[in-house]
């Protein structure tokens, strides 16, 4: 599976993106999905998680209330929209694929595998 994150850019403090990770090369639509961050200097850290049919999502205290994660198994394609974007949510964004398949929405990076190149959100103050 290659994943093919898009739709970061530069954005102003308050401003809103909306990612898309689009998958090529086998279905995902049975794979719970996440998406992680990684900023300069920092580890990568979860996001947010979505279950292979969208009934269960998971985010992390900082995307609560400011992001959504969907998906649309028919386009094999998961997204993730920022509202509310503050400068220190710049970072590097990554989709990933659960490849544990417990079924529950795991937030560690070892469970994910097909990381893809992510897509830069970059947000000014």
């Known amino acids: 599976v290659q994943l093919q994150a898009s739709g970061g850019g530069l954005v102003q403090a308050g401003g809103s993106l909306r990612l898309s990770c689009a998958a090529s090369?086998?279905?995902?639509?049975?794979?719970?999905m996440g998406w992680f961050r990684q900023a300069p200097g920092k580890e990568r850290e979860f996001v947010a998680g979505?279950?292979?049919?969208?009934?269960?999502?998971s985010y992390s205290d900082y995307a609560k209330g400011r992001f959504t994660i969907s998906r649309d198994n028919a386009l094999n394609t998961v997204y993730l929209q920022m509202n509310s974007l503050k400068p220190e949510d710049t970072a590097v964004y990554y989709c990933?694929?659960?490849?544990?398949?417990?079924?529950?929405?795991?937030?560690?990076?070892?469970?994910?595998?097909?990381w893809g190149q992510g897509t830069l959100v970059t947000v000014s103050s």
């Open positions: 990933a694929v659960d490849v544990l398949r417990t079924g529950a929405v795991l937030r560690g990076t070892p469970f994910y595998k097909y």
């Open positions: 090369g086998g279905a995902i639509s049975t794979y719970v």
């Open positions: 979505i279950s292979w049919n969208g009934g269960s999502t």
